[in-house]
């Protein structure tokens, strides 16, 4: 049986790396490394960094190369499917030449492996096409929490709920009946196509690593200048993570 260790390596800042993810990757014979192309290249240098850091003992790198994902279109779900079987299938050839049965493979997943990421969906998917794999799960500090530590801000009112959805969602509004939502996976700048009306934002980007930015206020105050050091920091560094909670503001 092929193994693998699924870690969690928080989501920016090799100081968010856990004992138990320190310890799973100590104990893999190879570590796979996506590799997403130019724009993720300083993803990649911090997954090898970690590596380099917290690992022990001789281990074997093997890249992954990441196909791209076709535009969207009306069908999210279809293209979706369409590229993590493409995914899957590059895993299922590396897992098959790259790693023996017995020995231990790790794949460094951002943040935590739960959260908006297909990692598990896809590792799932290879064991479902046929390949004898069995695989751990360690979990990871995740950018929301960060976003929420940076902000020093709980994320939920007192027992209220929290809603986490991505900015293709958002575009449709505030959603009904929600008071605390999480943006992730926002690349279109969601908050400004909704109505301001009450809301606040707490906004990072970068969060854990050098670059980091926070900003927060009121939506309709801080909207303008949340969008402006966006694009700034974007260009600036040719790529950007960010992730934001909206709320209502207390009555
Ligand atoms: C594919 S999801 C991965 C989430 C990850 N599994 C986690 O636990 O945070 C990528 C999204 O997470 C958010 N994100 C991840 N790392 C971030 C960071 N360091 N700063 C701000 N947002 C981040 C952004 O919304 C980004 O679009």
Redesign the pocket.
């Known amino acids: 049986m092929r193994k693998l260790l699924i870690v969690?390596i928080g989501?920016?800042d090799p100081d968010l790396m856990t004992v138990q993810a320190i310890k799973a990757l100590n104990r893999a014979d190879v570590v796979f490394l996506p590799d997403k192309g130019e724009e993720k290249a300083a993803l990649r240098h911090l997954r090898e960094q970690i590596c380099d850091r917290f690992i022990e003992k001789p281990y074997r790198t093997v890249t992954i190369e990441t196909p791209q994902r076709a535009p969207a279109g009306s069908d999210y779900r279809g293209v979706v499917d369409d590229w993590h079987g493409r995914i899957a299938a590059n895993y299922d050839r590396l897992f098959r030449e790259e790693l023996p049965a017995g020995q231990f493979g790790a794949l460094l997943?951002?943040?935590?492996?739960?959260?908006?990421?297909s990692t598990l969906r896809i590792v799932e998917r290879v064991r479902a096409g046929g390949l004898a794999l069995d695989w751990e799960v360690i979990p990871?500090?995740?950018?929301?929490q960060?976003?929420a530590a940076r902000h020093k801000i709980p994320l939920n009112r007192i027992g209220e709920p929290v809603l986490i959805t991505t900015g293709r969602k958002l575009v449709a509004g505030f959603p009904a009946g929600q008071d605390s939502v999480i943006?992730?996976?926002?690349?279109e700048q969601a908050f400004r196509q909704i109505a301001p009306e009450d809301l606040e934002i707490y906004w990072?980007?970068?969060?854990?690593?050098e670059h980091?930015i926070l900003i927060a206020g009121r939506l309709a105050d801080v909207a303008d200048e949340v969008e402006r050091v966006r694009a700034q920091a974007r260009r600036k560094q040719g790529w950007i993570?960010?992730?934001y909670l909206l709320r209502r503001a207390k009555a």
């Not at 997943?109 to 990421?117: C, E, I, T």
């Not at 990871?140 to 929301?144: A, L, N, P, Q, R």
């Not at 943006?183 to 690349?187: C, K």
């Open positions: 969690g989501a920016g997943v951002w943040g935590d492996p739960a959260l908006y990421d990871g500090i995740s950018s929301i960060l976003l943006v992730m996976l926002d690349g990072g980007a970068y969060l854990g690593t980091e993570m960010d992730t």
